[in-house]
C-alpha cells in the first residue's frame, strides 16, 4: 500500500534560515508526489506537485522540492525562512494517479513549522 | 474566481443530532471529495464522486455517514446520529480531471459533537 512518512512533527528554523521539511514514500510503481500547506483554522493550500516531469519542482511562496527514486523522498525546501512560512505542511502521495485512484491522496502526518526572529 | 465554498464553517451539536454539512465546488470541476482531519488519525479520504456519481466510499467509517451529490454544483455529507468521536473538521475538495490531480480544498467545516 502507498504511504507517506513525514520526519519529525515539529521543525523550528530562525528567520532567515534554510528550511528543510522531510518526506519519504512508499510506492511499488511512480507516484504522484504533493506538498500542501495549512495555516491556522484554514484549509489547504497546494505548494507543489511532482507528477513524473522534472524531478526538482518548484513551487509557490519560494518552495522547492526534489523528487529522489533513489532514495524515496520528496523533500521540501526554502532557502529563507520568513514569520509568514509558519503553519503545518503535508506531504501526500498518489499512486496509479489514473483512473479510480484520481485525486486519492495519502496524506503524512504533518510537520508543524515554527519561525522565530 | 471562487474557490470550494463549505458551510456551516462551524457547528456545534449535541450527540444523537442530525449533522449536515454542504459543499459547492469549483465551477467546471468534475471531482468532490470529501476528507477528515483528526488529531488521531490525520487527513483521510472519506468518499468522493466523479461527475456527480460516487466512486469510492471505502473511507466512510459507517453507516451513520452518507453523502450525496444531486447536481454537478452542491455536495452535502450527512452524519445521523452524530457522535462525539465524530467531532472533526471535514474538507470538501474539488478537482478538474485535466489539471492532473490538482485538488482544491475548502476551508473546512469545524464540528464539534458534545
Known amino acids: 500500500a502507498q504511504s507517506v512518512t513525514q520526519l519529525g512533527s515539529h521543525v523550528s528554523v530562525s528567520e532567515g534560515a534554510l528550511v528543510l521539511l522531510r518526506c519519504n514514500y512508499s510506492s511499488s510503481v511512480p507516484p504522484y508526489l504533493f506538498w500542501y500547506v495549512q495555516y491556522p483554522n484554514q484549509g489547504l493550500q497546494l505548494l507543489l506537485k511532482?507528477?513524473?516531469?522534472?524531478?526538482l519542482v518548484k513551487g509557490i511562496n519560494g518552495f522547492e522540492a526534489e523528487f529522489k527514486k533513489s532514495e524515496t523522498s520528496f523533500h521540501l525546501t526554502k532557502p529563507s525562512a520568513h514569520m509568514s512560512d509558519a503553519a503545518e505542511y503535508f506531504c501526500a502521495v498518489i499512486v496509479n494517479a489514473g483512473g479510480t485512484s484520481y485525486g486519492k491522496l495519502t496524506f503524512g502526518q504533518g510537520t508543524i513549522l515554527t519561525v522565530h526572529p | 474566481d471562487a474557490g470550494v465554498i463549505q458551510s456551516p464553517r462551524h457547528e456545534v451539536t449535541e450527540m444523537g443530532q442530525e449533522v449536515t454539512l454542504r459543499c459547492k465546488p469549483i465551477?467546471?470541476?468534475?471531482?468532490l471529495f470529501w476528507y477528515r482531519q483528526t488529531m488521531m488519525r490525520g487527513l483521510e479520504l472519506l468518499i468522493y464522486?466523479?461527475?456527480?456519481?460516487?466512486?469510492?466510499d471505502s473511507g466512510m467509517p459507517e453507516d451513520r455517514f452518507s453523502a450525496k451529490m444531486p447536481n454537478a454544483s452542491f455536495s452535502t455529507l450527512k452524519i445521523q446520529p452524530s457522535e462525539p468521536r465524530d467531532s472533526a473538521v471535514y474538507f470538501c475538495?474539488?478537482?478538474?480531471?485535466?489539471?492532473?490531480?490538482?485538488?482544491?480544498f475548502g476551508e473546512g467545516s469545524w464540528l464539534t459533537v458534545v
Open positions: 465551477s467546471g470541476h468534475d471531482y
Open positions: 475538495a474539488s478537482s478538474d480531471s485535466s489539471s492532473g490531480n490538482t485538488i482544491y
Open positions: 464522486f466523479n461527475n456527480n456519481v460516487p466512486i469510492d
Open positions: 511532482y507528477t513524473s516531469a522534472a524531478t
